[in-house]
Each structure stands twice: as structure tokens, then as C-alpha cells.
């Protein structure tokens, strides 16, 4: 079966309409292309046919674009010289588009042509927007659900199929900015204000008004093919152009530090292809496209954030069990926590009972949700209606009772087994037999929490992150005795709430904490061996993560890492390995120094809270060394600290997927997101490599860079982490 289908009317208009078989949005294939080119061009070849409209056979939408599984496996797939096939695949694609542009135009003096209209019932992304972009006119029906934009950039890669040369001759370089660099969708009304679609119309006029167009002879030439074109905004070589590219050089640079490729893939495209005519931008373009799909940073990137991502969403990995989402929730502790998790769940239009010690907590607990919406209001993103309806989802009390007919509780309290253990009892004393208990904590063993209850088998741990509103990654910690119908409970909510959930067993730490806190662990632990804390901050940014390790204890609080700290000595006994970095946090606990919390840390900060810099009364107590590490050795003994935790945890079971250690660090503490993660870095660099420089970390800096045995194994085998775990090879 073809995704596209044509019907020419009798005023002799043909409608192409795209319908991806067996899924709920179009999305484009190889075979689509080439389904889409033969029709474009029967219709071009037709006497009868005046003109054309390319529309959706999706309700409400129009693309979501290419397959992502697709672009991810064209590199393995574009044979022996794999540069040369994907240039000449892009090509190809550049050529379909090309020639709906041309539409059958004289090449030398741009007359005849057939007038060819895109109709947009809804959203339109990547190749679903570039496909428009090379039409004539670009129709939105008025649906203020439907965002329309070019996101590429948000999975390693950029707009390759004309839609970055064709949006920047479109609307300028400026003006494309914010489309390209930054992925940003927008409505259609906004769209159009944009410059982006060229009409607004009714969605039941839609394809009237579309057709009513190409029925009126209209001039089709796009401004690029004509003489004298000049860009909006000025080309490079114009003095506001050239401020233009200097501005977003200067942002792409800050933005990116450099790890991002296809950012820069993607500034390069268009201030070269500014200075060439059409066609030839178009080959830039395809050359720039292919040196990034050349890059394992996108691959990586598209098998992550999407591809995993979204299987992660989809319940891969959820146990067979009936459907468990989640109609009455209870969420005991209404501190920050837990009116986080009150209000994501009923925003998602789930009941919810919010519980603490005395009304005016519980009230507190609830006013969250009252100032978030607030805000959406003020944005124009929600209404007073909608507020409303959210708020009158929560009940906000003291009283244990209004618990009854429950099917989830979240337990959100102080981080204490004591006071876990009576919250547990009380609630089950109300509860029914069926609901499932989940204990929210990020370092509590879940195995030791589930003996308060009356149920083990239906006890389960869920870690948010904080802020819960804004944090994507649910953790869901399976106990010793966690039962299926838990696991799948927790993976429906959180599905229900809109978030990515990975699945781990019960360990200390889990899996985000216990790759986290080595980092800060290292960052800290070179402090006081003198190394400049503005080279350890710079080092961790040049490597891709969002925050320097000592800038990250700021956020988290110095006395949590202390608490942390005591209570796995207190575990772990004489095989604690951190009393070097504990030396250093304890005595910026002693001086007062709690993070930004305190306004005094590793950072400065002025009175409102604003960081204004490195603390400069840290070298008074630890020297800065006259002799510095290089770049790359300080930030190798960064990511290692990390990624050698994810393999341990992979080794000793407390991982079952590696697609949720590269998930699950990426959007639960922001490991280097171009790297897709600790699993696909190890592969980008190589596992004989990896363990290879981990015996030199060792010998440099002791055995926490000891080579776990799993990574050892592999790469005395040349194997890499998706070649033996991932789901291919799980699947042959």
C-alpha cells in the first residue's frame, strides 16, 4: 500500500493526500519520496490538471516528519563509501522538492508551471514543513492545538531537506534563527506571523481555500529564482548581514561549547549557501546534512532522545499486566515534592487527596498548583476555567480517610525510614487491598522500606527529580519483593503524567544518583588537590554537561551532600572511599557555605541570589596547584566517574537496559547530551580505548577508575554496549 494517493476534480485540481499507513501521524520514508515525486510528476505531465494541493489524510495534523528510525540506520546503510551515498541520498531528496518548486517553470525564463498549494490541517514538523516550504503557498487551518516548525536541532541534527536554505531565503537569517537553532514551534497564527505559512483559514474552508488559489492563476515563481533576489535582512557581505552571523556565531558558540555539531553544521549551511545562488546552497546544505549524519553524536543523539525515549514512553518495558492507570492518587507530604507530584498529576486529570500534618501545610502544598497556573494564565497558556478544573482535582487535608478508594499512593515525606515506616501504616490502615503503595526517595533501599508494609509485592519506589513540573525522568525502583502489577501501576502513571520513566532494581543510589554523585564526588575531590575550580567548572561545560560539579552541590545544598555523605559512611564502613571529599564539605558545611540557599557556596552570590562568580575564599583553605591538569584529563576523570558507575550498574543487574542508563542520564541529570548518553559515549570512543584510559586513570588516581570486569570483557572483544545489549542484538 502507498502512503500518498491523487484525485484530480472536474475543474482539474489535483489532490495529493498522504496517509502513513498504520500510523496516527504522516511520517516520511525512502519509498514515500518516491511515491510522492511519480504523482507530482503525473500531475505536472497532465494537460487536464491546472494545479495541485498536497494535503494530510490525518485529522489534525499533517506531518510529524521523517522517520527518525530511518535517518538514524542511513549511515550503516549507505554502503562502502558511506559519505558519497548519504550526499547522494540527500540529493535525491533535495531533487523532489526541487522539482514541486519548479513545477514544470521554464528554467530560463520561469514561465508555464503549475501552481502547487500545501493545506496543513495541524502540525507540521521537519519534512512535514519542508515539503510545504518548497510549495507556493503554504495554507494553515486555524487549529490552535497544531504546532508547525522545524525541531531537528533537538535530536542532532538540522533541517537537511532544503527547509534550513529555504526558510532562511524566506524570511532572512535573523528572523530563522530561533526556527533553526533553537527547534522553536509555533502555532499557526504565530507561524503566519512569522512568515512562515502564507494563509489562515478556517479548517473546514481549508482545501476550498487552497483550491480556490490554484484555480487563480497565480504567479508561482519563488522571489530566489528570480533576478535581483536579495535576501531579507541582508546576506553576509551586508553590513547588517554581516552583524547578523557575527551575533549567531557568538550564541551558536556560547549555546553549544562546541560539542553540539549539527549547531554549527547548520550556521555554516546558511552563511555559506547565502553567498551562492539556489541550487548551489542546496548542495551546501546536502554537504553540511551529510558531515553530520557522518558524526556519531547524531545517531547517538536520534537513538536516545527519540528512538529509546519514546519506546521508554510507549511501555517497553512494562510487564504483562491489565491496564493499571491511575483514577484516585493520594500524595502524602505536601512539601515541594509533593506538591510537585499533586500537581502534574492533576493537571493530567487525576484526583488527587494531598496529605500533611496540619491544614496550613497542606494548603501551602496546594497553593503550588494555584501560583503555576497563575503563571500559565498570565502567558496565555491556560485559562481561569482550566485552573479551576485543576484545582478542584485536589484535595488538600489532614485527614487520613479521604485516602479511601485510592489506587496509588506517592509518599513524599521527610527522607527518614522511621517516619516512612508510620506514614506506611497509616495509610494502609484506609487504604484498600489493591491500591499500590509507591515511597518516593533518592537513596533509601526500597527492600528496607517495604517491611513496613502489609504488602511487599505491591510496594514500589518512584524518584521524581526536582522540580517535578519541569523534570522529564521518573525513576521507578523495583524492590526485592516488588510485584508486577507495582511495576506496571507506576509505569502507567507516569505515562499518564506525561513523563519518561526507567525501571531499575533496589541498590544504593539506584542508577542517577549513583552515577551523580561521583561526579560532584571528582569535582570536589580536585579542589583539594589544587586544581583551579574555574578549569573543573569550564571542563565540565566544554564536555556537554549543564553544570560544573561544584556549581551543581550549590543547587542541591552542601548539607544534603553532607547527609548523604554521613549516612553511606555510616553503610559502608571502613570501605568508604570519600573522606578526601568529605574533608572539603564538611568544612564548607562548618563555615556556613550551604549552596544557593544560603547565598555562600562554592559560588558567590549577591544579595537577590544571583551567582556572581567562584568563591575566592576557597584557595585561602585549598591552594590552587602552580602546576594544572590538561583539558581532557580533567574532563575524562569527570565522565568517567560517571559512565563507569552506569556499567557497574548494568554489570551488577541494577540496569536491565541500557536504553534506560542513556535515557535516564540525559534527562535525569544531563549527562553531554550529544553524546546519547555514558552507553553510546563508550561506544563513540570505543570500548578497548575506554578501558585502555581507564588503567591510566587508575594509575594516576586510584582504583575508583578500575575497569569493571563487563568493560574489560568487551573490549578484549572489540564488542560495543548496542552491539551485545542493544535491542537488535537482543532480538537475533
Known amino acids: 500500500m502507498t502512503d500518498f494517493t491523487m484525485t484530480t476534480d472536474a475543474d482539474g485540481v489535483a489532490t495529493i493526500v498522504w496517509d502513513t499507513v498504520g500510523k496516527s501521524m504522516n ?19 497532465d494537460d487536464a490538471v491546472k494545479g495541485i494541493i498536497i494535503t494530510s489524510g490525518k485529522k489534525g495534523s499533517f506531518a510529524g516528519g521523517m522517520d527518525l528510525n530511518i535517518i538514524a540506520k542511513m549511515k550503516d546503510s549507505a554502503g562502502d563509501e558511506p559519505a558519497r551515498g548519504l550526499f547522494e541520498g540527500v540529493m535525491e531528496m533535495h531533487g523532489v522538492l526541487r522539482r514541486i518548486e519548479r513545477a514544470g517553470m521554464d528554467d530560463k525564463t520561469n514561465k508555464g508551471g503549475k501552481p502547487i498549494a500545501a493545506a496543513l490541517p495541524g502540525t507540521a514538523l521537519g519534512i512535514g514543513l519542508e515539503i510545504p516550504l518548497a510549495c507556493h503557498r503554504i495554507f494553515a487551518a486555524d487549529n490552535p492545538k497544531a504546532k508547525i516548525g522545524l525541531p531537528e536541532i533537538m535530536v542532532g541534527i538540522f533541517p537537511g531537506a532544503g527547509g534550513t536554505t529555504r526558510l532562511v531565503r524566506k524570511m532572512g537569517a535573523m ?5 533553526l537553532l533553537e527547534g522553536k514551534l509555533n502555532d499557526p497564527k504565530k507561524a503566519k506571523a512569522a512568515g512562515v505559512v502564507d494563509e489562515v483559514v478556517p479548517a473546514d474552508e481549508l482545501l476550498a481555500k487552497a483550491k480556490e488559489w490554484v484555480l487563480s492563476e497565480p504567479k508561482i515563481v519563488k ?17 547588517a548581514g554581516f552583524m547578523t552571523f557575527v551575533g549567531a556565531s557568538a550564541m551558536v558558540n556560547s549555546k553549544t561549547q562546541g560539542v553540539y555539531p549539527a549547531a554549527k553544521a547548520l550556521l555554516s549551511a546558511v552563511y555559506e549557501g547565502a553567498l551562492v545562488p539556489f541550487d548551489t546552497a542546496l548542495k551546501i546544505e546536502a554537504r553540511w546534512f551529510t558531515n553530520v549524519l557522518m558524526n556519531p553524536s547524531s545517531s547517538a543523539m536520534i537513538r536516545s532522545l527519540f528512538i529509546n525515549k519514546e519506546a521508554l514512553e510507549k511501555g517497553a518495558n512494562r510487564p504483562e499486566a491489565p491496564d493499571q492507570r491511575v483514577q ?17 498529576s492533576a493537571l493530567a486529570g487525576i484526583e488527587v487527596v494531598l496529605i500533611d500534618s496540619t491544614q496550613e501545610a497542606a494548603d501551602k502544598g496546594k497553593s503550588y498548583t494555584t501560583a503555576y497556573m497563575d503563571k500559565g494564565i498570565a502567558r496565555k497558556k491556560a ?5 479551576e478544573a485543576v484545582l478542584g482535582l485536589i484535595n488538600a487535608t489532614t485527614d487520613y480517610a479521604a485516602l479511601e478508594g485510592c489506587d496509588l499512593i506517592v509518599e513524599a515525606v521527610f527522607e527518614d525510614p522511621s517516619v516512612k515506616a508510620e506514614v506506611t501504616a497509616k495509610v ?6 489493591d491500591c499500590i503503595f509507591a515511597t518516593n526517595t533518592s537513596t533509601l533501599p526500597i527492600t528496607e522500606l517495604a517491611k513496613a508494609s502489609n504488602d511487599p509485592e505491591k510496594f514500589i519506589g518512584i524518584h521524581f527529580f526536582s522540580p517535578v513540573d519541569k523534570m522529564m525522568l521518573v525513576e521507578i525502583i523495583k524492590g526485592k519483593e516488588t510485584g508486577s502489577v507495582a511495576v506496571a501501576k507506576a509505569l502507567d502513571y507516569v505515562r499518564q503524567i506525561r513523563k519518561t520513566p526507567i525501571v531499575v532494581n533496589d541498590e544504593r ?5 549513583r552515577c551523580i554523585i561521583p561526579y560532584i564526588n571528582e569535582g570536589i575531590r580536585m579542589v583539594k588537590e589544587g586544581v583551579e575550580p574555574a578549569l573543573i567548572e569550564n571542563a565540565a561545560k566544554l564536555v556537554g554537561m549543564p553544570l560544573g560539579p561544584l556549581q551543581l552541590v550549590d543547587e542541591t545544598s552542601v548539607d544534603l551532600g553532607v547527609k548523604i555523605a554521613k549516612a553511606t559512611k555510616a553503610a559502608m564502613g571502613d570501605a568508604y572511599p570519600d573522606g578526601e571529599v568529605d574533608e572539603v564539605l564538611f568544612w564548607m558545611f562548618d563555615e556556613g557555605r550551604l549552596g544557593r540557599k544560603s547565598n555562600a557556596g562554592f559560588y558567590a552570590y549577591d544579595e537577590k541570589g544571583k551567582r556572581q562568580g567562584l568563591w575566592e575564599g576557597l584557595a585561602g583553605q585549598y591552594p590552587v596547584a602552580d602546576e594544572q591538569p590538561d583539558l581532557t584529563t580533567v574532563q575524562h576523570r569527570l565522565l568517567f566517574a560517571q559512565v563507569l558507575e552506569a556499567v557497574r550498574a548494568l554489570e551488577e543487574n541494577v540496569l536491565e537496559d541500557i536504553r534506560e542508563g542513556d535515557v535516564g542520564a540525559i534527562l535525569g541529570w544531563g549527562f553531554a547530551p550529544w553524546s546519547g548518553g555514558p552507553f553510546s559515549w563508550l561506544d563513540i570512543i570505543g570500548t578497548p580505548y575506554a578501558a585502555e584510559r581507564c588503567d591510566q586513570l587508575t594509575e594516576a588516581f586510584g582504583p575508583r577508575f578500575a575497569t569493571p570486569a563487563l568493560l574489560r570483557e568487551m573490549a578484549d572483544k572489540g564488542q560495543s554496549f548496542y552491539g551485545r545489549f542493544g535491542q537488535e542484538a537482543a532480538a537475533a
Open 383 to 387: 485559562t481561569e476555567e482550566k485552573k
Open 509 to 513: 543510589f539506584f542508577y542517577a544518583n
Open 27 to 45: 511520517v516520511m520514508n525512502q519509498q514515500g519520496f518516491t511515491d510522492l515525486d511519480m504523482l507530482v510528476g503525473q500531475a505536472l505531465a
Open 223 to 239: 522571489s530566489w529564482d528570480e533576478k535581483g533576489y536579495k535576501m531579507p535582512g541582508g546576506a553576509p557581505y551586508h553590513p
Open 175 to 179: 528572523a530563522a534563527s530561533p526556527l
Open 428 to 433: 494502609q490502615a484506609v487504604t484498600g487491598p
Open 328 to 344: 484516585k492518587v493520594g500524595v502524602i507530604g505536601a512539601g515541594m515534592m509533593g506538591a510537585g507530584i499533586s500537581l502534574v
